[in-house]
């Protein structure tokens, strides 16, 4: 009999061994260049303690398909607040289950009625609660996040009487900056020295200051920031963010903070197609972000739909429906099927990515200065990462040959001089037409008399050339507003124009001062009429934009660049339909980091095909087909 029993144990031991090794082997492995993690609001947090076989459940078919590095559980949303032992409950089974842990708060008020309703932080019973649940956090967590709802937009009595004489932008940031100190970071440091509290910062970056984001003091006062990488579908939604932001603003936010951008944060929402999603997915990666959270639980959970596709479905696109059905779930009524979820999605997107993330280097782009808490042009970067010129924005004047200025760089007070000296060094200046209105009466006349005037001139014909009598056509459009900009003649130079019957409109101009070059790049009326410029239009602008990067992108917009240091790019195109591109660098090949292929250019003469300067290294170029929704990875071979 015991002979019997210790044969019995050692085969339970054995079964037990296999199985945790079957488990392990279809556990999804970890990603090789960045970590996954999970935002659990508080109402979902409070579920899972009251309903463990549903926290059981819901874990295993994440996990299942989904590896996951860190969870975040909130504790307090819009009025509801988790009890310290509902937080430990949660906390102790993702423990258990060898994920990393973490707190999370979102400072809503209730209510609301679908729009958001911020704590009002004039009122004593919201200051106590911000300041209880700090505390409360920080006692069951080394480390907690702000989700991106920490702003202030109350306009109550109490904060009338309390913001006095101050403009409500400077009254939110002093009172976010204060409750950041005292009622955040405070009693939870008191309740906790070790811990650290974490700010994620939204989407919208253009009304910070409005909203009491704080972007000069915010990122010193936390030891760590995330961004909002969440873009969306743009038609149907209020921001109508452009793509390109997903990867932009992590850009920008980490060259606010070196080093202390923790990752962006995804979601969902409003998606209207999977590919969407995936989009927002793959260029937080391609940022170069060391981790990307994925708002929220519950959203992994539900089916993946693969609706307003049609178009594009049969295709061989970056996300394949049907390849990713194949891995995951079987296909439909086929044995063994079961239906695929947003975790599936998720999985499936960032393996794509993950392929080549480890191969790019650090992003480089067209410099943009883009001063803390300002605004103006807003999303124009960002749109002109959407015509494919590549950008790398900063909060403060970059060491670069040529820097880009949108009207927000007024918002410093030496930005004259900035470009003045810039100028007098040899290097070159591009400013918006937005800018030149904002500076023609404030000194702006002692490096140029170009000015915006107040007529409005809608052309549909195009031209480009350098020289006097210079001129190639390249294109024609529907009519577009352009605000028209009065220049001297012989003193600037109108290098790309555009034509109605009556006249015309510098859609770039160019001017010397000291040792450099001046540009005014004119701005429609509607900054999405970017779109809708020729495409020989855009690669007219390109060609001046991005002088001295190592690769231009000729074609249609909607297609992004993505530009890296040691030799490698990314193209990726937003269209619903294949897309013809040409790549031009001095390099002789290329690989496609995608499948291995290498493939040789064709030698061209010059990067710049209405060039002012005479024909440097040689180039070569290459004619791509991008598929919809899609991006290719390629390094550049001598």
Known sequence: MLTLRKSLAVLLLLLGACATAWAAAAAPAPYRNFKVTVYIPVQVVKRMAKDPAWMRWSWRTISSRLHVNKVFIESYRAGVCATGPELERVKKFFVRHGVAVAGGMAMLAPGGNGQFNTLDYALPQDRALAKRMSALTARHFNEFILDDLYFFNTKSLADIAAKGNLSWSAYRMRTMDEVSRNLILGPAKAANPKVKVIIKFPNFYPSFQEMGFDLKNEPKIFPEIWTGDETR??????????????????????????????????????????????????????????????????????????????????????????????????????????????????????????????????????????PLDSSGEDFLPEMLGMIGIPIEMYPHWPHAKTVFLTEAAREDPHIVQEIAAHLRAGDHVIITSGLLRALQNHGFDQISAMRVTHSIVAPTRYVAGFGFGAGTYIGRSRPILFPLIHFFTNGAWAVVRGLDDQGGVPLLLMERYGKGELYVLDVPDEQNDFYSLPPRVLDALRGYLTQGMPVRLDGPAKVSLFEYANGTFVVESYRNHPVAVRITGGFAQMKNLTNGVVSGGNPVRTVLPFAQHPAGPRQYSYELRIEPHSFVAFRERS
Request: a positive charge; hydrophobic letters at 40%.
């Open 233 to 370: 579908y743009a038609p149907t939604t209020d921001q109508q963010l452009l793509p390109y932001e997903s990867y932009e603003i992590f850009r920008y936010f980490e060259n606010i903070a070196p080093g202390r951008d923790g990752g962006g944060w995804v979601d969902p929402i409003a998606m209207h197609y999977l590919d969407r999603y995936a989009e927002q997915l793959w260029d937080t990666i391609l940022a170069k972000a060391p981790a990307i959270n994925l708002f929220e639980y519950t959203n992994l959970l539900q089916t993946a739909n693969p609706k307003n596709r049609a178009a594009w479905q049969y295709l061989p696109t970056t996300f394949n429906y049907f390849q990713m059905l194949r891995q995951c779930c079987g296909m439909p009524g086929a044995p063994g099927y079961k239906r695929p979820l947003l975790a599936n999605v998720v999985a499936y997107a960032l393996r794509k990515v993950d392929r080549v993330a480890g191969s790019l280097g650090q992003p480089v782009g067209l410099a943009t200065y883009r």
